[in-house]
């Protein structure tokens, strides 16, 4: 398709999308509802139906041989879709029509719809090679976890996506070389993290002599290893073209990429804001209202942080108290971050103990789930280490959803490249963040929900799914978990963190901080280690506004909840509130507000 072609009529497509009020269309004719919704899902698989990666997640085989078109012309040409669709939704739907469940799926689809056009101006303010989530680390870790052999034709079509990968790569590229003509380079730090982590994958065999086995050998070697019915002379010959396909295509690939990575840090510079990019103002009060779905400014968010530090600087302080510390918070953050009572070693041995002991704290808080909650997740869910080849540039700790067939469990990830970066302390409050409660009860029962479009049993926005992750870890200290005192500090301290983010990303984005200010804004209010605050630093960077949403979504969903118990008194059912949030999928929080306002209303009669 012409992009000139796809231009020319994209001011028209625009305007159709404009709001059309009930008055102007024609009475409905059958169930509205019912005709909404088949939209809604039509549209939805028709934008999977061009993802083989997204199919891929949700666990469907299908194009198990592609990857997706990342080209500047299928960019282009998925926004006037969007648009299209959008303008498609207000010619015929009769809004007023709506049962009230489908009228909020009306106005989530027109807000999504509307953001992908507001931000499309906005589309080339990222890095797309980031030591944080770039493709060429995301390929390795796709094949992996969402490519399953499980008879020849998958593992020809593995072949067949390793023999993509040369052209995957240069679509990215061409993205790149846009953004670095208009000034949009990721600054200095990042290059040398993203280079390591690229030489990391293509190390070991075939790709040099090593004894190793590099990441994606390894798994296309143990999946055909484990395959049954399969002749050892066919699984030769399908690790023989593996092998030639790392070498002759993925190898170069990723050498190309360091070629222009490296010509890139010659004129990159240490200014670390959006504010250095074209309209980086405006391009982050857009970002934050994404992150966080307000209006709230870089101004107020700070200053909620700030604020927000300081109450929880006084709560810590009442634990120390409570051990029977002697000294100021500065000491007690230094006995913290040295006392080698808090920390697993970097071993074997080390890393092993904490994965037996972070399952336990997630079996614990599973006995006891039907106390807190009325829906449960079907979808299993395991405890995984990040893989060598992405671990130095990974988060902590991360969830990956499950698939919506049941064929791939959710997946808690443990970053253990360095122990000193998972703290004893920490390990209730981060399981309950993003194992269950967390990120897995949110994300597998809004899959598993049939009551709602799929556009919302797979979307979502992260001031919900990052503000319900971290409003459980807070409700389980009121119902007798953190018993260990330094347990309820490490409940305390990944919320010190949250609050510091909404310091510290409106320091650096729109008021000019540099790495150095973070840094040391970092160390004199938190007991983080060294890498922590590295790693954090370099996220917040590279992913302006992101980090915002976590504190901004837990308040919401906390001042709700409180609404609730106010407003209901003895009716008030902590249970019944946790199912009113997670059935309705993933919504802004001023829809979340709506729905609790109106479940108030409602039962009160």
Request: hydrophobic share 40%; glycine share 6%.
């Amino acid at each position: 398709m012409n992009p000139r072609h796809l231009l020319a009529g994209l001011a028209l497509l625009v305007s159709l999308s404009e709001p059309l009020f009930a008055s102007e269309l024609s009475p409905p004719v059958g169930n509205e509802s019912a005709k909404a919704n088949a939209f809604f899902n039509r549209v939805f698989d028709e934008g999977m139906a061009r993802s083989p990666m997204f199919m891929a997640e949700l666990g469907i085989k299908k194009d198990t041989d592609k990857w997706d078109d990342m080209s500047e012309t299928r960019t282009l040409e998925d926004f006037v879709i969007n648009v299209q669709n959008l303008a498609e939704l207000k010619r015929t739907i009769n809004f007023a029509a709506l049962d009230d469940p489908t009228q909020i799926s009306y106005r989530l689809f027109v807000s999504a719809a509307e953001r992908t056009i507001e931000g499309w101006k906005w589309r080339y303010h990222n890095y797309p090679l980031n030591q944080l989530s770039s493709l060429p680390s995301e390929a390795p870790a796709f094949l992996i976890n969402y490519h399953p052999i499980d008879n020849v034709a998958d593992a020809r079509a593995y072949i067949a996506r390793l023999r993509g990968i040369g052209l995957l790569f240069d679509q990215m590229l061409e993205g790149v070389k846009i953004r670095e003509a208009r000034g949009i380079i990721p600054p200095r730090f990042v290059f040398p993290l993203v280079v390591d982590s690229m030489k990391e994958i293509i190390s070991g065999q075939p790709f040099d002599s090593s004894a190793k086995k590099s990441a994606m050998l390894e798994d296309f070697e143990g999946k055909v290893g484990a395959l049954k019915d399969v002749d050892a002379t066919s699984k030769q010959e399908l690790l023989t073209a593996a092998r030639s396909a790392l070498t002759e295509i993925v190898k170069p690939a990723y050498e190309k990429i360091l070629t222009v990575l490296a010509a890139q840090e010659k004129i990159a510079t240490d200014d670390d804001g959006v504010w250095k990019l074209p309209d980086g103002p405006a391009y982050y009060a857009f970002a934050l209202r994404e992150a966080t779905t307000t209006h709230l400014t870089a101004g107020e968010i700070h200053q909620l942080g700030l604020t927000e530090v300081a109450r929880i600087h006084h709560d810590i302080q009442a634990i120390m108290t409570k051990v029977g510390f002697k000294g100021d918070l500065q000491a007690f953050f230094k006995f913290i971050k040295e006392d080698p009572q808090f920390y697993y070693p970097t071993t074997p041995e080390g890393k092993a103990a904490y994965m037996k002991r972070a399952t336990t704290i997630i079996d614990d808080m599973r006995v006891r789930l039907d106390e807190f909650f009325i829906t449960k997740p079907n979808a299993p869910l395991i405890i995984k280490p990040v893989e060598p080849f992405r671990e130095q540039g990974a988060a902590g700790a991360f969830y990956e959803h499950p698939s919506a067939d049941g064929s791939r469990p959710g997946i808690y990830y443990v970053n253990t490249v360095d122990m000193r970066g998972l703290p004893i302390f920490e390990m209730e409050t981060l399981a309950h963040h993003e194992a269950i409660p967390g990120h897995h009860m949110q994300i597998a029962i809004a899959q598993e929900l049939t009551s709602i479009p799929k556009f919302r049993m797979y979307g979502g926005n992260d001031a919900y799914a990052e503000g319900w992750a971290l409003y459980c870890e807070y409700f389980p200290k009121e119902f007798g978990f953190y018993t260990d005192p330094y347990q309820d500090f490490g409940r305390l301290n990944d919320e010190l963190l949250r609050a510091v983010r909404l310091v510290v990303d409106t320091g650096i984005h729109e008021k000019h901080w540099t790495r150095a200010q973070v840094v040391d804004y970092f160390r004199q209010n938190t007991p983080n280690p060294e890498r922590d605050i590295f790693t954090e630093t370099n996220r917040y960077i590279v992913s302006p506004a992101q980090a915002t949403s976590y504190k901004i979504g837990m308040l919401k969903i906390l001042e709700l909840r409180a609404l609730a118990k106010k407003e209901l008194g003895p009716a008030f059912s902590l249970r019944e509130y946790h199912d009113l949030v997670l059935k309705n999928g993933a919504v802004p929080m001023d829809i979340l507000e709506e729905n609790v306002r109106t479940y108030i209303a409602k039962k009160k009669g």
